[in-house]
C-alpha cells in the first residue's frame, strides 16, 4: 500500500476571512502566509502546520455544527498540561470561550471554538498515550493487542 508522509494542511471554510484571520493569527499566533483572494493560508512556526481559511462565494452564513457530516473537531497538540493552563488564561484575556480543562484518560483537554463556531481542541497526552504511540511507530502492532491494553489500562484507573 503507499503510504502518505503526513498532512498537508488543513482548510477551513469560513464566513468572514478578516475576522477568522484576526483570530487565528492574534488568539493562536498563526502566521500570514498567502493571500489568494477568497483563501488565505497561515502557518505555526514551529510545527509547520498550514492552515488554509476559505470563504466560498456560495458558501452558507449559518454557524458551524459538528452535528453535520464531516468535520467534527480539530485537535491541536499542546507541549504539557501546564501549557493548556497558559492556554485557558490566554484566552480570558482575549475573551476567547472554552470549557475548562478535562483530565481524561490519555490526555487533557481544553475545547474552545473560532468565530464560526468551529470546534477545535488543545491536548497535552500523558506519559502512558505517548510511549504506546512511540512503540507503534517502532512496530506494527496487532489491533486485538491494541485493543487488549487500552481496556487493561482504562481498568486499572477504576480501581
Known amino acids: ?29 498563526l502566521k500570514p502566509l498567502m493571500d489568494f483572494g477568497t483563501v488565505r493560508t497561515f502557518v505555526d512556526r514551529p510545527s509547520g502546520f498550514v492552515l488554509a481559511l476559505c470563504k466560498h462565494e456560495r458558501g452558507t452564513t449559518a454557524p458551524f455544527t459538528e452535528l453535520t457530516t464531516g468535520l467534527d473537531h480539530i485537535g491541536l497538540m499542546a507541549a504539557s498540561r501546564d501549557e493548556l493552563v497558559e492556554w485557558e488564561r490566554r484566552f480570558d ?47 506494527d502492532i496487532p489491533a ?16
Do not use: C, K
Not at 500500500?1 to 499566533?29: K, N, Q, W
Open 1 to 29: 500500500m503507499p503510504a502518505f508522509a503526513g498532512i498537508d494542511h488543513l482548510g477551513l471554510s469560513v464566513t468572514d476571512l478578516d475576522r477568522s484571520e484576526h483570530f487565528y493569527t492574534e488568539v493562536l499566533g
Open 144 to 159: 486485538d493487542e491494541i485493543r487488549a491494553r487500552v481496556m487493561d489500562y482504562l481498568a486499572s484507573l477504576q480501581g
Open 93 to 139: 484575556a482575549l475573551g476567547v470561550t472554552y470549557t475548562p480543562i478535562r483530565d481524561e484518560a490519555f490526555a487533557s483537554h481544553l475545547n474552545f471554538r473560532d468565530p464560526d463556531g468551529i470546534a477545535l481542541e488543545l491536548s497535552a497526552s500523558n506519559e502512558v498515550y505517548d510511549s504506546w504511540m512511540a512503540e507503534l511507530r517502532a512496530r
